[in-house]
């Protein structure tokens, strides 16, 4: 069982925008004065996971601004907007964790494009 | 580019050991942290172990303390993982990934191809 709570499943049609939410704890994302913070990676079928967003709300290199990620408290969002086919895959939001003293993982959501 | 490619990894009985390495290219080895992450098949990511850019620091689990042990070589700029008292429930995808950041903000910028290993008898 994670400890960072993602929903199993998120779907839409192309063009569309969706949310993935990421709730955590006060051990994690919501620790101290401003918490942990919240990475994002994107997993296609068959492939290594890739970054997609980190450090909240930054882009690397090469990550369309379709892409965007927000925190509040114990809890962080991703956004997609203009939702395309190729987005199709499964999302993984990821802090850090002081009681753990490790790095955790949210159990991962599947983004269907429809 | 960055490039990371993980080798080594098989099918083992239980109790058995692996060593898993990964070679890196494309960056200064020396001045990044690196970290191993699995994925057992249909599962999603577990953070294993983190090594800071000499070793003098080392994070592990707690699924695989006492089991596992990462090492790197930064001459050779490759990054290991010794994996003894395998279990069934350490079969996954093992990814060797670059970690960035601070280390209390530390994320995963750049990920190897991953390298599957599988404990059954």
């Known amino acids: 069982q994670s400890v960072l709570t993602q929903p199993p499943s998120v779907s839409g049609a192309p063009g569309q925008r969706v949310t993935i939410s990421c709730t955590g704890s006060r051990s994690n994302i919501g620790a101290g004065y401003d918490g942990y913070d919240v990475h994002w990676y994107q997993q296609l079928p068959g492939t290594a996971p890739k970054l997609l967003i980190y450090g909240n709300n930054n882009r690397p290199s090469g990550v369309p601004d379709r892409f965007s990620g927000s925190k509040s408290g114990t809890s962080a969002s991703l956004a997609i907007t203009g939702l395309q086919a190729e987005d199709e895959a499964d999302y993984y939001c990821q802090s850090y964790d002081s009681r753990l003293s490790g790095w955790v993982f949210g159990a991962g959501t599947k983004l269907t494009v429809l | 580019q960055v490039q990371l490619v993980e080798s080594g990894g098989d099918l083992v009985k239980p109790g058995g050991s692996l060593r898993l390495s990964c070679a890196a290219s494309?960056?200064?080895?020396?001045?990044?942290?690196m970290s191993w992450i699995r994925q057992a098949p249909g599962k999603g990511l577990e953070w294993v172990s983190y090594?800071?850019?000499?070793?003098?620091?080392?994070y592990y689990a707690d699924s695989v303390k006492g089991r596992f042990t990462i090492s790197r070589d930064n001459a050779k700029t490759s990054l290991f993982l010794q994996m003894n008292s395998l279990r069934a429930e350490d079969t996954a995808v093992y990814y060797c990934?670059?970690?960035?950041?601070?280390?209390?903000?530390?994320?995963?910028?750049?990920w190897g191809q991953g390298t599957l290993v599988t404990v059954s008898s």
């Open positions: 990934a670059r970690s960035a950041g601070d280390f209390w903000s530390g994320y995963f910028d750049s």
């Open positions: 494309g960056f200064i080895f020396r001045d990044y942290y």
């Open positions: 090594i800071t850019k000499s070793g003098s620091v080392i």
